[in-house]
């Protein structure tokens, strides 16, 4: 079989790649190691910047987020009981899109579906060869037969955990990393929002974070410590928690119920350089990782795949290979931005105890800082809200 461009990975990144290349006429393959139940089960991030809505228009799956999303023009940092409203629309005219990682791949696969697109789920042993010349090739197994598909270039959209960026040679990948000493233990229950807007807070006992995916589905979460045990916390151990660490007004409008999902997530900054070795491609977490804090994680990949698609739709529209050959920086130079803020808002709003009494200072100085300078709140509102690509 031959194909224009493979990718491996039917997450976010694979299947919004898929659909825009589709969309300019050029072929291409999706290899998924799990079955589309397994991809739709992960909970993650629900936050989509505007290029990411746009982005999603342009690629046609974007009717059911403009009817169930929900648009927030700010969110609320709450540091004990003290609360400070970041106005994103005021601040920057633009706002975000609440709208789960989930209900994004769900529209994609279901777009990849009514047009009987070629996603091979149950791929198993994905191997990228030869992409160091002009004949890359991808074989797989699936139902304990081997298969290859020979194409012009390979897309490593599989995750931080995935086959491609492990497929490159020793020595040609330099990996940056910091690891957290802390994850944020979440859950998922049908309850009202305690609030119209997120609440991101800072305690003494730790972050927390009050999310949502509609008026009455909430998502929460806890900074705990790393190497936590789920199963040592009970929901009414988290809920009581969220009531300390969120503030006396939240506690006093928390509805309570019982978690349909309780999962730990561990913080970690991770890029890989480049993105590019010969006729592979990285994108999304294949090729970096940021924590929460700052939603970034999906928005980073819709950004990715903005750069690989144009340079591949050029590669083939206008015989150029710029795009291509551009795709790495333009997509690092973002990317580390992204990082950057993401620290940063991690730094700021999660308990260090480690770091002593200078840190908690100088943090607390930081927050001082936000809550009087309309400068300061506005480089956070640029960043949160996305920078442009
Ligand atoms: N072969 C084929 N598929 C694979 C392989 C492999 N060897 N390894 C992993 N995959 C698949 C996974 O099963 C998964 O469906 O690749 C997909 C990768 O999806 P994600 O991990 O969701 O990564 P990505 O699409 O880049 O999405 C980035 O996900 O983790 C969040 O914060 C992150 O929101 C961001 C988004
Ligand atoms: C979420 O709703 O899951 C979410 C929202 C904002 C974040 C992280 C996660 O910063």
Redesign the pocket.
Same mark, same amino acid.
């Given at each position: 079989m031959r194909t224009q461009v493979v990718i491996?990975?039917? #997450?976010?990144? #694979?299947l919004l790649l898929s659909q825009l290349l589709h969309k300019s006429g050029v072929d291409c393959v999706v290899?998924? +190691? +799990?079955d589309p139940d397994y991809?739709l089960s +992960?909970i993650?991030?629900g936050v989509l910047e505007q290029g990411m809505v746009d982005m999603l228009e342009r690629a046609g799956v974007s009717e059911r987020m403009h009817k169930e999303g929900l648009p927030h023009d700010g969110f609320t940092i709450a540091v004990g009981d003290n609360r400070l409203r970041m106005d994103l629309k005021g601040l920057t005219g633009k706002n975000v899109m609440v709208y789960g990682?989930t209900e994004v791949t769900k529209d994609l696969m279901d777009a990849h579906d009514a047009r009987d697109a070629e996603v091979i789920y149950d791929?198993e042993n994905?191997t990228p060869l030869d992409f160091d010349g002009d004949n890359p090739r991808v074989t797989y197994e699936k139902d304990g037969v081997t298969h290859e598909i020979a194409c012009d270039f390979i897309c490593g959209?599989? #995750?931080?955990?995935?086959?491609s960026r492990a497929s490159v040679p020793d020595g040609a990948v330099t990996e940056y990393e910091k690891v957290y000493p802390f994850g944020w233990l979440g859950i998922l229950s049908y309850v009202k929002p305690v609030d119209h807007e997120l609440i991101y807070a800072n305690h003494a006992n730790g972050f927390a974070l009050a999310s949502m995916r509609s008026d009455i589905l909430s998502r929460y979460y806890i900074q705990v410590p790393a190497g936590t045990d789920v199963n040592k916390w009970s929901d009414e151990a988290i809920w009581n928690e969220l009531k300390i660490r969120l503030g006396a007004e939240a506690a006093a409008k928390m509805e309570t119920g019982p978690s349909i999902e309780k999962s730990i997530a561990p913080l970690r900054s991770f890029v890989a350089e480049p993105l590019r070795f010969g006729r592979l491609f990285l994108? #999304?977490?294949?090729g970096h990782i940021v924590p929460p804090t700052g939603a970034k994680?999906?928005n980073l990949?819709a950004s990715d795949i903005h750069y690989l698609s144009e340079g591949l739709i050029e590669f083939y529209g206008e015989k150029s290979s710029a795009g291509v050959d551009a795709y790495s920086s333009r997509a690092l130079a973002r990317i580390w931005k992204a990082e950057r803020f993401s620290w940063w808002m991690t730094t700021l709003l999660h308990q260090f105890p480690e770091l002593g009494a200078f840190n908690a200072k100088i943090q607390q100085s930081e927050m001082d800082y936000l809550a009087s300078s309309k400068a300061a709140q506005t480089v956070l509102a640029e960043n949160y809200v996305g920078l442009p690509f």
């Open positions: 491996i990975g039917a #997450g976010p990144s #694979g290899l998924e +190691r +799990r991809v +992960r993650r991030a990682q791929a994905v959209c599989d #995750g931080f955990h995935g086959v994108a #999304g977490d294949a994680g999906l990949a």
